[in-house]
């Protein structure tokens, strides 16, 4: 009798866990183009169009993936990719991508869709007043929102325990398929220029690249390699002489979910010989953590014990920078255990800045110029602080003014937790990161 109600009460529970699995399936398997105005809206639709012909006109689109990283249909890829090549080739674009984390996926306006169409709206805002102060066409600005399955299973609280699986999808998706779709964008961006005929225009189209949580470790996981390919850039007739490449014009993570170990190759390619950057250089990789993200800070570590725990580690003898040239070089040891353990926002030796709040938010004067951004970029020092709307980037002196990689650890105050990354001032602060990464420079 006892067996069959534990067989009773095994296959309950087995039914129970069934059912409470997140869909595997793909939500957006309409490829015609959809006029979004308000929620609700184009629910089935890859493809799609806000407030078209307005100021904040932009364009969203979605891709899935599976968690074994596969396309969960090549057909939707292909349509996406090919409307915004032709809008690319037809028009000068600023493309930004946002790939989702933990417990979100592409299902209709989940809640960091919502999120990315008030941040693409922005954007879009900002191009038209920097395009016509710059006297030239307003970029059309595209979004794609990369889905994947955050979620494992579908009950609050208990999906909790998917936290150490969906970390291992998320390298899966980024390593097995993201990387593919990135590259296609970073060619659909130079499109335009490389079918002129003659001498080409200045490239004026721009690629921004989000991951947040999981998804920044998506985004990582896809592009680590590609990123130090293009630092080092050992290609035939490539000088000494020149900025640092990234991929795309900024890549941006916010509150990553991946150990501090895997940007160590990163951080030490930057840090090299306390090298000098040119006022021409612009932030390729942006990390930002906030202070108050435990999820990264106490549960990633906790988790990361037991599975490193028969690993071995060891001390390395690495250097930061207090400024340029060899005088600059500072002895620091890295415990490997730590940074194996830790994840990079949380790891003290790699935080390169500091992002605080402003006890009075700066208001922009009636004559502000968005170029102004790049020029308070490319003059500032580890001694002074760059004012933003809102909060105040500091520089901790443990890296080289213009570093292109910048490991930002932010105030509770503007991020107060792992999925509180969609507050205005933090907002204004990617924008405005953005627009000093991606504004055209003069066509005089």
Excluded at 325 to 333: D, L, R, V, Y
Aim: glycine share 6%; with cysteine.
């Amino acid at each position: 009798m006892n067996h069959r109600i534990f067989r009773h009460l095994f296959f309950l529970m087995l039914s129970l866990l069934l059912t409470a699995c997140s869909s595997n399936s793909i939500y957006r398997n309409d490829y015609n183009i959809c006029n979004y105005s308000v929620s609700g809206d184009c629910v089935k639709n890859a493809l799609q169009v806000h407030a078209a012909g307005e100021d904040v006109e932009y364009h969203l689109s979605f891709v899935e993936y599976d968690d074994q990283g596969q396309l969960r249909d090549p057909e939707q890829v292909k349509e996406v990719l090919e409307e915004y090549q032709r809008l690319a080739v037809s028009d000068d674009v600023l493309l930004i991508t946002f790939v989702h984390g933990w417990h979100h996926s592409a299902k209709p306006e989940d809640g960091n869709i919502a999120s990315f169409r008030k941040m693409l709206r922005e954007v879009s805002r900002m191009e038209g007043v920097g395009s016509k102060q710059q006297k030239r066409a307003k970029r059309k600005v595209i979004g794609l929102y990369v889905g994947w399955r955050g979620d494992s299973i579908d009950v609050p609280y208990i999906n909790d325990v998917t936290f150490w699986d969906r970390k291992n999808t998320a390298h899966d998706v980024g390593q097995q398929g993201v990387t593919g779709v990135l590259l296609k964008l970073e060619e659909i961006v130079n499109v335009k220029r490389a079918m002129e005929q003659g001498i080409p225009a200045p490239r004026t189209s721009r690629l921004v690249v989000i991951g947040h949580s999981f998804g920044g470790a998506v985004v990582y996981s896809s592009l680590q390699k590609i990123i130090a390919d293009r630092f080092v850039d050992s290609r035939e007739g490539k000088a000494y002489q020149g900025d640092a490449k990234g991929f795309g014009d900024l890549v941006i993570l916010m509150n990553p979910a991946f150990e501090a170990m895997r940007f160590g190759a990163l951080y030490d390619l930057s840090q090299e010989g306390c090298r000098g950057y040119f006022n021409t250089q612009l932030p390729k990789l942006a990390i930002l953590t906030s202070e108050a993200d435990y999820a990264t800070k106490l549960a990633f570590p906790a988790g990361r014990f037991f599975s490193t725990f028969f690993e071995s580690h060891v001390t390395l003898d690495r250097h930061f920078c207090s400024q340029p040239g060899k005088n600059g070089i500072q002895a620091m040891q890295i415990d490997e255990g730590a940074a194996d353990r830790n994840t990079v926002g949380h790891f003290i030796p790699y935080i390169t800045h500091r992002l605080n709040p402003l006890a009075e938010e700066e208001q922009r004067k009636n004559d502000f110029e968005i170029k102004q951004l790049q020029t308070s970029w490319a003059e500032h020092t580890n001694d002074v602080a760059l004012n933003f709307v809102g909060s105040q980037l500091l520089s901790l002196k443990r890296s080289n003014p213009l570093n292109p990689y910048l490991n930002i650890q932010v105030d509770k105050e503007l991020i107060k937790d792992h999925n509180d990354i969609w507050g205005l001032r933090i907002v204004k602060f990617i924008s405005d990161l953005i627009a000093v990464s991606t504004t055209p420079i003069d066509r005089e």
